[in-house]
RNA sequence: GUCCCCAUCGUCUAGUCGGCCUAGGACAUCGCGCUUUCAAUGCGGUAACACGGGUUCGAAUCCCGUUGGGGACGCCA
């Protein structure tokens, strides 16, 4: 029997910024994987580049990941036996390989200046020639080395890459072979002794047993470097996936200007975590059987499959994003949402902080009315604007309920409406019924002619939810604390008779 | 500029040994039904193999070229 490896797979987040769904999208790959093969996810911080990363990112990464539901099994917080988990925590670790590749003279001293080497730049892009390391200080004598650093000139570490072809297998792209002779000598330390990306994630990766290294695409040329500094070492290469650009609906790189790009935003606008997650697998990714695209998380944990991926870049669809979310948010029972839904509403101040149990009740009927039209849970307040505006004097109603009250015989039904709602009050959902079953046989009116001007007075427009399920939501409204008064019934009808007269 | 990669409806995609494809599904869009209205929902329609050459009895599927797009070429990740 062959032992196979536990697969390991790590989402490596740069702490330069919020997370962004391009990253939110390698970072669920890698851990649908994990999860299918019941491997280990392991999450790294790569701060190398002191410049643009940020203590307080790293936060927020891990707070965002947390509400996707994305649980890890090694990092800064869960000590997996291979840490440190952030890269600036392993600086003595990269120190010490550099050296081995120097003392194995696989690596070298490179004291090139910046300037130097950007001059080289510019005249082999004049000549139309790919820009690379010329190679400068690869035959440098121990001598001439020693001679340079007692100068005060601290150089770089370069790999020495050898001769030939590298290649690989990606696990999405197929084979990818390269000419070393397109390949610089990747530095791997820096004038200041600190390890570049690209050495500092292969030696991690080798340290930490990576088996598969699931990235965006723009990494398929760093592969390549990567791979040369895995053969310095003598260590095994870890298989490859690469995932394909996600851009904005214009076809380019998604950016701010394309709306809500990071996963904080997302939560803040009220998408559900699974609806995010379920667009996201679905951008580059399909599961086998066809229609079937609404997928719990498990079922696409069951389903993955690295060799599923598409090739081409995905533009990100958020009218897509938004039909799923709302489909997720109808699944919903009223009640399971309104937690996630109050501070919505306590931030329209259409409810007091920290709600009451009947509050809460009563919030999630009013939900279950209206959430068949809104995508988003922050879109919920306006909605419920059919249950609490009412309040100017005479209250305002739309077009379509002022038409609707246009004709004597729709006036009628109104004020026929309103003289059996004072003698029943107060309203519940069976005396509604009965009300307008009075009005219906005092007025000869039905259908859309009864309806309709019922609908104007009570609740000042000419769509909605309907009634049976509103009228229990005013009376039993109007009797609760809130911030904004909710008017029952007979007050409603009250207010638009002037209207209606 | 040089190298690498990609290319099916407006969008995400199915298509994995070339024939079962007069190209399927989902979103969006349009129409119809249900309903007191809107929404939801049900049913149906419009809509694509970038182009040009090959290979083959047969190509969306294989090969070459063109065009278009993306990426890489850093002491960024």
């Known amino acids: 029997m062959k032992q196979v490896a536990p697969v390991r797979v790590r989402f490596a987040p740069s702490p330069t910024g919020y997370l962004h769904v391009g990253n939110v999208r390698t970072a669920l790959f890698n851990w649908f994987v994990a999860r299918h093969s ?18 307080e990112y790293e936060g927020q990464l891990l707070e965002d990941l947390r509400w996707l539901n994305l649980d890890w099994d090694e990092s800064v917080d869960i000590d997996g036996g291979f840490g440190p988990y952030r890269q600036s925590d392993r600086y003595r670790i990269y120190q010490q390989y550099a050296q081995r590749l120097l003392d194995e003279d696989k690596a070298f001293r490179c004291f090139c200046s910046e300037v130097e080497l950007e001059e080289v730049r510019q005249q082999q892009l004049a ?10 200080c690869r035959g440098l004598s121990p001598a001439d080395v020693a001679a340079r650093m007692k100068s005060g000139l601290s150089p770089t570490q370069r790999l020495r890459v050898r001769q030939g072809t590298v290649g690989f297998l990606d696990l999405v792209f197929g084979r990818i072979d390269i000419d070393t002779n397109q390949i610089s ?17 292969v030696v991690d990766d080798i340290l930490m047993r990576i088996t598969h290294v ?6 398929i040329s760093n592969t390549h470097r990567q791979i040369l500094i895995y053969e310095a070492f003598g260590a095994s290469v870890p298989q490859f996936a690469h995932l394909p650009t996600v851009l904005g609906p214009d076809g380019q790189k998604l950016s701010k200007r ?75 029972a009223g009640d399971s949402l309104v937690k996630l839904a109050e501070p919505y509403f306590v931030s329209a101040g259409l409810i007091h902080p920290h709600p009451g149990p009947e509050v809460q009740a009563w919030l999630a009927r009013v939900i279950d009315a209206v959430k ?14 059919i249950i609490y505006g009412f309040e100017s004097d005479p ?19 109104a004020q026929e409406f309103l003289r059996l709602v004072e003698m ?38 000419g769509s909605g939810p309907e009634l049976e399920r509103l009228v229990p939501l005013y009376e039993d409204g109007s009797r609760l604390d809130l911030p904004r008064k909710v008017m029952s019934c007979r007050e409603r009808l009250r207010a638009v008779l002037p209207v209606i007269r």
């Open 38 to 55: 019941q491997g280990s996810f392991i999450l790294r911080i790569e701060d190398t580049d002191a410049e643009r990363s940020r203590p």
């Open 424 to 461: 029943r009050e107060p309203v519940t959902p069976e005396s509604y019924r009965e009300i307008v079953g009075q009005v219906k046989e005092a007025t000869r009116q039905k259908g859309k002619a009864l309806f309709h001007p019922i609908r104007a007075a009570l609740t000042g427009r």
């Open 214 to 219: 699931i990235r965006g695409d723009g990494h």
């Open 258 to 332: 394309h709306g809500a790009t990071s996963v904080e935003e997302f939560r803040v606008q009220g998408y559900l975590p699974e609806a995010l997650v379920n667009y996201l697998a679905l951008l580059g990714w399909s599961p086998p059987e066809e229609g079937k695209e609404i997928l719990a998380i498990k079922e696409i944990v069951s389903r993955f499959d690295l060799s599923r991926v598409s090739r081409s870049p995905a533009i990100f669809d958020p009218a897509k994003l938004n039909w799923m979310n709302r489909s997720y948010l109808n699944q919903k």
């Open 185 to 201: 000598d990747p530095v791997l330390l820096r004038s200041d002794g600190s390890p570049t990306y690209n050495f500092s994630c």
């Open 395 to 413: 209250p305002e109603l739309d077009a379509d309920a002022q038409s609707a009250l246009q004709a004597p015989e729709a006036r009628a039904v």
């Open 127 to 136: 000549r139309g020639e790919m820009p690379r390391y010329s190679g400068k």
């Open 372 to 385: 068949t039209h809104v995508d988003t849970l922050s879109q919920l307040p306006q909605e419920v604007d």
